[in-house]
């Protein structure tokens, strides 16, 4: 079965550092690219960030760009987010998403990881 | 990046037709084909709909389709049906090599 299984939110302190990652399965992991997406609490859909195939190329939304960091390990099939001085608004449900091969669309979305920045 | 604009909410009968709008702008919709549409119920991930315009994944309902005009893209839903209710975002490619959602539709079937 095709799968995505997101992992490593929780609480952090505003300021504070959490890294995200993203098991993949029931595919070949280095084949895609990948994406970062959230959604706040109530909100909507929101790109955070994306990285090819073979970790060579990275983007970022200008949200995150210089607080966050995207990589992937091919070898342990694992999609990754370092979020560093993380604020309030980022507050959100954050899911991994794998590109439709030759596409610009998202077939497989993992479950969701939730981040909560307060104090 | 602002994000792309959808209305806020549709609705519509069982057995009618809806059509949702997604309006961007010549360095998004209007510029790459690369629109797609995703239905979200509450607390789940979302689901690919439509990709790159006009096309359907395997296993989407050919009750959905969707179109693009100028630097508006849309989504009809054909025949609609209970489990139809759910939120609908539209996504885009950018210029800017990064990509941006709607702000979501809520569709209720009445």
């Known amino acids: 079965e095709v799968q995505l299984v997101e992992s490593g939110g929780g609480l952090v302190q505003p300021g504070g550092s959490l890294r995200l990652s993203c098991a993949a399965s029931?595919?070949?992991?280095?084949?895609?690219?990948m994406h970062w997406v959230r959604q706040a609490p109530g909100k909507g859909l929101v790109w955070v960030s994306r990285?090819?195939?073979?970790?060579?190329?990275?983007s970022y939304a200008d949200s995150v760009k210089g607080r966050f960091t995207i990589s992937r390990d091919n070898a342990k099939n694992t999609l990754y987010l370092q979020m560093n001085s993380l604020r309030a608004e980022d507050t959100a449900v954050y899911y991994c998403?794998?590109?439709?091969?030759?596409?610009?669309?998202?077939?497989?979305w993992g479950q969701g990881t939730m981040v909560t920045v307060s104090s | 990046q602002s994000a792309l604009t959808q209305p806020a909410s549709v609705s519509g009968s069982p057995g009618q037709s809806i059509t949702i709008s997604c309006t961007g702008s010549?360095?998004?919709?209007?510029?790459?084909?690369?629109v797609s549409w995703y239905q979200q119920h509450p607390g789940k991930a979302p689901k690919l709909m439509i990709y790159?315009?006009?096309n359907r994944p395997s296993g989407v309902s050919n009750r959905f389709s969707g179109s693009k005009s100028g630097n508006t893209a849309s989504l009809t839903i054909s025949g609609l049906q209970a489990e139809d209710e759910a939120d609908y975002y539209c996504?885009?490619?950018?210029?800017?090599?990064?990509?941006?959602f709607g702000g979501g539709t809520k569709l209720t079937v009445l």
């Open positions: 998403a794998r590109v439709y091969s030759g596409s610009g669309a998202f077939d497989i």
């Open positions: 029931g595919f070949t992991f280095s084949d895609y690219w």
């Open positions: 990285i090819r195939s073979d970790g060579s190329i990275t």
């Open positions: 010549s360095s998004d919709v209007g510029g790459y084909n690369y």
């Open positions: 790159d315009v006009i």
């Open positions: 996504s885009s490619y950018t210029r800017s090599s990064t990509w941006v």
